[in-house]
Each structure stands twice: as C-alpha cells, then as structure tokens.
C-alpha cells in the first residue's frame, strides 16, 4: 500500500520522519531544501552558465508530470561536477570555493540547461519538487560532448510499511490475513474437491471401459497429496498467502477437465498407445514380435510388463 511521503513527516514517528528524509537523499534532496522549496523556493532562470569553458558542452532536457504529460514548469534542477576525493587536497587553499552545484528552474515549456561545461568534467543533474519523484540523478563522466537528460515526475509515495516493520509485525503476530475458522473452512473446502477430482476421474475412466495402469492415478494422487501437506505445513495460516489452497484448487479444475476429455476423446488412437511396440519397452525388447499387440488380447501395459521382467530375472538368477 503506498501513501504520499508528506504522511510519514506528519505522523510524529521517528521512523516514519527517517524513511521520508532517507526518501529524500534518494532523490538528490536533503530537508532544508525541501522546506525551502516547499514554503520559499528561490528564483533561477532556465538557462544558467556553469563554468567558463567555451566549448559549446551544455547539459539540457525536458520534465514533465507523468500524470497528463503536461510540461512541469518551475522546477528545480541542480547541475553536480564531480570532483576525485582527492581533488581539492592538491589545490592551494584559496582553490577550495570552486563552485561544484549549479542551479536552474525548469521554463513553462518544462525546459532547463547548463552551458558551458568542461567536456572532461564528471556531471550529475537531478530535478527536485516538493510532493514528486522524478528519480534519481543521471549523469555521466567526462561528459565530453553535450548531452540531454529528461524527467518525468511522478507523485512521492512510500509504501506504509517498509521491510524491516512489516518483518517485525509478522513476528510479533500482530496481523492476521484471515481467522482461524475461515482458514478451516478453505482447507476442508479445497481438501474435498481434491479428493472429488481423483475419485471422478476415476469413474470417468471406469465407465468408459478405459485400460490403464491401476497404480498411475493413485501414485499421482499420493504425490499430489503429499505437496499439499508441505505447502500447507511451511507457512502461517493466519498471515501467509496459502500456496497449498491454490495447488488443490488447480489440481481439481485439471483433474475435471481429463474427466471431460475421456468422454471426448474416447475413440482417439491416443488410447491405444499403451498397447503400441514401440511405447511398450518389454514387448519391442521380444525378438518375434514383429506387429502391434491386439488390443483385444493384451490386458498388461508397461507397468505391469516391467514388474514381470523383474520378477523373472530373479527367478532366474534363483
């Protein structure tokens, strides 16, 4: 859930007034200039001159408000040279107010522009207005030639908890998502139509004469089963999202939708697959085989064919 940033100002929490300030140097802004814009925003034209090379390098671009594309007018742009932390230690004392922040406030057309750059200067440029976002700064070393950087705004919100506090409202067990009656109520729900789903695709394969192995839809079963006692047992009922309830209802909509199918598909010569040589491993392996098995002759499928490979090999070895 997302609120406007001012809120955490106003609410009186020290952790709200640090997420909001933090909020802030995110966006290239500290609390003195936010209130200075907010109550007495300085006058800057569009256009400023930001050092003494004639080269021609500017730094320019457009912002506008992403709610209506609307130019943004009266904005605060702040132009960063960025110097090597050890710049200014070899420089004579009288070199330390060189001027490193230039400002500029956007045209009615949403328009701003820094001249005069050193084209082997490092540049960051970041559009600041009390109750928006347009991001954080962008820039580039060695600009070397001239360059645009456009922003869109975009109203600053945070969202009402952050990691750390919703962390910590989990553990304490001070939010509940659901009551442990209607979390009953979903689990015996979604447990039964599981079951139902396995039992009418059981059916619908009875009634339709349907030869298949006996022990495929129970094992898939058991397994299906066992992933929906792990998903309901590693999460906290009362406040996690229950991965457990969607894998049963899925399993259920898929095992209904094969029930429908066998009654289409009843004639189609997918059915006989398990009766083919080449699906059935131990029937390709006999050397006399030389056609498809009879469908109308042959009761066994892989699975059982398997097992009696198995059994004979023993028998053998015995």
Excluded: C
Excluded at 48 to 74: L, P
Excluded at 173 to 182: A, I
Excluded at 217 to 235: A, D, E, K, T
């Amino acid at each position: 859930m997302l609120v406007d940033a001012a809120f955490f100002m106003q609410s009186g929490s020290e952790s709200g007034k640090l997420r909001f300030i933090n909020s802030l140097a995110h966006l290239g802004a500290d609390s003195a200039l936010y209130e200075q814009e907010k109550t007495a925003p300085q006058k800057y034209p569009s256009e400023v001159k930001a050092g003494s090379a004639e080269t021609g390098v500017s730094i320019n671009g457009t912002i506008r408000f992403a709610a209506d594309e609307i130019a943004a007018g009266g904005v605060l742009v702040r132009l960063t040279r960025i110097y090597p932390d050890a710049y200014f230690d070899t420089l004579p004392p009288s070199a330390s107010a060189i001027p490193t922040e230039f400002y500029a406030r956007t045209d009615e057309d949403g328009d701003y522009k820094f001249t005069h750059l050193d084209p082997q200067g490092n540049y960051s440029v970041v559009a600041i207005k009390p109750g928006f976002n347009f991001g954080p700064a962008k820039g580039t070393a060695a600009v070397g030639s001239s360059r645009s950087y456009h922003f869109v705004g975009k109203p600053h919100q945070l969202r009402l908890l952050d990691k750390v506090e919703y962390r910590q409202l989990k553990n304490d067990k001070v939010l509940t998502v659901r009551t442990p009656d209607e979390f009953k109520k979903e689990f015996i729900t979604y447990t039964v139509f599981f079951l139902l789903g396995f039992w009418l695709l059981h059916i619908a394969l009875y009634l339709k004469n349907y030869r298949s192995d006996q022990f495929i839809l129970p094992l898939i079963m058991f397994i299906s089963g066992i992933g929906i006692m792990v998903l309901y047992g590693v999460q906290d009922p009362l406040r996690d999202e229950v991965y457990g309830t969607g894998m049963a209802k899925y399993t259920s909509i898929i095992l209904l939708l094969f029930s429908v199918l066998v009654f289409i598909f009843k004639d189609n010569p997918v059915n006989r697959f398990y009766h083919s040589k080449w699906f059935d491993p131990v029937y390709n392996w006999l050397p006399f085989t030389n056609k498809l098995k009879e469908p109308q002759r042959i009761y066994l499928v892989a699975g059982v064919n398997w097992f009696n490979a198995f059994t004979g090999r023993i028998r053998n070895r015995s």
